[in-house]
């Protein structure tokens, strides 16, 4: 086929289109940066407002880190980081209750972070936002 028949260059808008939408989404991809310490606000209609302390530590996209409040104590958490999508969980200690823990949300253009929290398997829901307590 030349370079210069019909077919090409009917062809070459879809190829070029193609390429263009594969690096799209592998830039999509990358996983945003959420090492480090941040300050959460969790909002729930039973508890109100408490204000915990996260570590992450990120490889690629996987997390581990430490969760830290006067509600649920200090525990070990994992999760991963999906493009911009947040998500980890942990187990915390409530008055000799194990309470497992899920955070779920997004980090937005402005470095912040905001989702919905599940804790004891739906039995408590919430929201949070989250700041960079580190800079």
Known sequence: MKLTSP????MLPLVVALF???????ADAQAADVAGEWTFTVTTDQTGV?????????????????YSSETLGNADLSGSVDG???TFSFSGDAQGQTIDALFSGAVDENGQMSGTVDFAGGLLTGTFTAIRSDG
């Open 7 to 10: 077919r090409f260059s009917t």
């Open 20 to 26: 263009s939408a594969t690096g799209a989404v592998e």
């Open 50 to 66: 408490t204000n915990p302390m996260v570590t992450l530590e990120q490889d690629g996209m996987t997390l581990t880190g430490q």
């Open 84 to 86: 911009s999508e947040v």
